[in-house]
């Protein structure tokens, strides 16, 4: 997947319905989130994403792409996310996995939340 393709699977994510967070995050996936229990795995993982909002806007700043390994992708980013006066600024990482042709889910997911300034809080 180039880079263009992950940074779109990536915004995908973030404007996604429940209906596409099951479907693109791996049943194994760990995610460290900026709420209680902050540890989420498997289908709490997905649980925990499932009800986030759907975006109407989404903005990355700071991106970086790395390929370990083949069918490994990690990428770092800082995001700004708005929906009417709701907005969240968090720096994050995720994980992908190849499952087969065009096939990636994500396996790890991480935000460290930030506040106005885009520091942390």
Same mark, same amino acid.
């Given at each position: 997947?180039?880079? @263009? &393709? +992950?940074?779109?699977?990536?915004? #995908?994510?973030?404007?996604?319905?429940?209906?596409?967070?099951? =479907? &693109?995050?791996?049943?194994?996936?760990?995610?460290?989130?900026? &709420?209680?229990?902050?540890?989420?795995?498997?289908?709490?993982? %997905? $649980?925990?994403?499932?009800?986030?909002? $759907? /975006?109407?806007?989404?903005? !990355?700043?700071?991106?970086? *792409?790395?390929?370990?390994? =083949?069918?490994?992708? *990690?990428?770092?980013?800082? %995001?700004?996310?708005?929906?009417?006066?709701?907005? !969240?600024?968090?720096?994050?990482? #995720?994980?992908?996995?190849?499952?087969?042709? $065009?096939? /990636?889910?994500? +396996?790890?997911?991480?935000? +460290?939340?930030?506040?106005?300034?885009?520091? @942390?809080?």
């Amino acid at each position: 997947m180039d880079d @263009n &393709r +992950v940074w779109s699977f990536e915004e #995908s994510l973030w404007r996604a319905s429940d209906e596409r967070y099951r =479907e &693109r995050v791996d049943p194994e996936c760990i995610m460290a989130l900026s &709420r209680a229990p902050h540890l989420f795995s498997g289908r709490d993982a %997905v $649980e925990a994403v499932s009800n986030t909002p $759907e /975006w109407d806007e989404v903005s !990355f700043s700071d991106q970086t *792409v790395s390929r370990p390994e =083949e069918g490994l992708i *990690v990428v770092g980013y800082r %995001v700004m996310a708005e929906k009417g006066d709701t907005r !969240f600024s968090a720096a994050c990482t #995720s994980v992908y996995r190849r499952k087969g042709h $065009e096939d /990636w889910t994500v +396996v790890q997911h991480a935000q +460290v939340v930030l506040g106005p300034d885009g520091n @942390n809080r």
